[in-house]
């Protein structure tokens, strides 16, 4: 048996939790299913009631939710398919997609996508493979960032204060409220821009 964070026949594969935040998924859910030859193709024997998807949830925090869910569901579903109370349901494959396997270049910003599809991917790729951007030569990882403002800022430029970094994207900006530089300790917004202050009016992923 198998316990797959989606509701099943969503999202089959390696990579769910990630491809529910990336695709701006409301919901989800944990299926308990039976292992046959393909990839998570076998019937179901029991799901979740769907879980709601917040705009903070990250790959990490919504990996956990749906695992404590997936531990109170299994217990029962297993006792009742062991003593025969359960019959396996086929899935519809007609209603089937799939995730596929991260690669650590999937983390690289385009920041000509839009500021929704970046806070996405920020919170998708945490903890694996990360989000990160280049600037003066050195890799910049985005660790936490939220919606900003949807003033035009070129793709890529930033527009910094005291203790904010907004970043331009092909559609409004990503307010960075955590980011680490190449071979240096993470810090939150404020701080880096008492470090790095040249950081502002950068143009970042050249």
């Given at each position: 048996?198998?316990?797959?964070?989606?509701?099943?026949?969503?999202?089959?594969?390696?990579?769910?939790?990630?491809?529910?935040?990336?695709?701006?998924?409301?919901?989800?859910?944990?299926?308990?299913?039976?292992?046959?030859?393909?990839?998570?193709?076998?019937?179901?024997?029991?799901?979740?009631?769907?879980?709601?998807?917040?705009?903070?949830?990250?790959?990490?925090?919504?990996?956990?939710?749906?695992?404590?869910?997936?531990?109170?569901?299994?217990?029962?579903?297993?006792?009742?398919?062991?003593?025969?109370?359960?019959?396996?349901?086929?899935?519809?494959?007609?209603?089937?997609?799939?995730?596929?396997?991260?690669?650590?270049?999937d983390g690289r910003i385009d920041w000509n996508m839009s500021a929704i599809e970046i806070h996405r991917?920020?919170?998708?790729?945490?903890?694996?493979?990360?989000?990160?951007?280049?600037?003066?030569?050195?890799?910049?990882?985005?660790?936490?960032?939220?919606?900003?403002?949807?003033?035009?800022?070129?793709?890529?430029?930033?527009?910094?204060?005291?203790?904010?970094?907004?970043?331009?994207?092909?559609?409004?900006?990503?307010?960075?409220?955590?980011?680490?530089?190449?071979?240096?300790?993470?810090?939150?917004?404020?701080?880096?821009?008492?470090?790095?202050?040249?950081?502002?009016?950068?143009?970042?992923?050249?």
């Amino acid at each position: 048996l198998n316990l797959h964070p989606s509701l099943i026949p969503k999202h089959r594969g390696p990579s769910p939790v990630a491809t529910t935040i990336l695709e701006g998924d409301e919901w989800t859910g944990v299926t308990v299913m039976l292992l046959d030859s393909g990839m998570d193709t076998g019937p179901v024997l029991a799901q979740s009631d769907p879980v709601a998807v917040t705009g903070r949830d990250t790959q990490v925090t919504l990996t956990g939710r749906l695992f404590e869910i997936g531990a109170t569901l299994l217990p029962p579903t297993l006792e009742a398919y062991a003593s025969g109370e359960m019959t396996p349901t086929p899935q519809d494959n007609s209603l089937a997609t799939a995730s596929r396997l991260l690669k650590r270049e999937d983390g690289r910003i385009d920041w000509n996508m839009s500021a929704i599809e970046i806070h996405r991917q920020v919170r998708a790729f945490d903890p694996w493979p990360g989000t990160s951007t280049m600037w003066n030569g050195q890799n910049l990882k985005v660790l936490s960032a939220l919606i900003g403002p949807k003033d035009a800022l070129a793709p890529g430029e930033v527009k910094s204060g005291s203790d904010v970094i907004y970043i331009g994207t092909g559609a409004g900006q990503l307010e960075v409220q955590e980011l680490q530089l190449e071979g240096k300790s993470r810090m939150s917004a404020a701080a880096f821009m008492r470090g790095y202050p040249d950081i502002d009016g950068a143009l970042l992923g050249v």
